[in-house]
């Protein structure tokens, strides 16, 4: 994957930072189409200004639940990672791209989770070690508020290193042993 300025916000800031430079960002928008009980989506916000855009549609949980009021949440799936992680391999394979990663609040789970997932699957060539110092190194650079997601981050992890059952676990086990993990969670 090619370098690319890498960013995480809120569905609100997302909208903001597009419509200040047009077309200059490509949005990953993590939303989700589950309707409350009383009848509201989280929805997703327009984003004209964006040079491209995936939306990816799933909730800030770690398990399956439906509410009291009957609200079914979507699972992230290791589908919809690999998603985000080919549409932001295409955007950066001819060099660098910005990149842009939403949802809803931005500031703690599914958009970090995502991005420490692109992190790491810049750094994929490093040994274990390396390449968890250097992706959260980098995470927490944009942002020390933050608490990635866990189910997202395996989810992405399971697409970077396929058919790799020890690797998946031996990078998963790297970082939430990892000192920094520790200091954020």
Sequence with gaps: MGYFELIFCSRYAAKDKTDQQQKYWNVVSIGSDSIDKKGDSEGWPDLPGAKELIRVNFDDIVYVSTDKGG????LVTPEKMEAIINQVRAWTKDGPAPVLVHCHAGIL???TATTLVLLIDRYKDQPTPEMVVLALRELIAISSNIMPNPKVLEAGIEIIFKGDEAKQVEVIRAIYAHRIW???N
């Design 71 to 74: 609200r079914t949440y979507n």
């Design 182 to 184: 520790k200091t954020i």
């Design 109 to 111: 789970s599914r958009s």
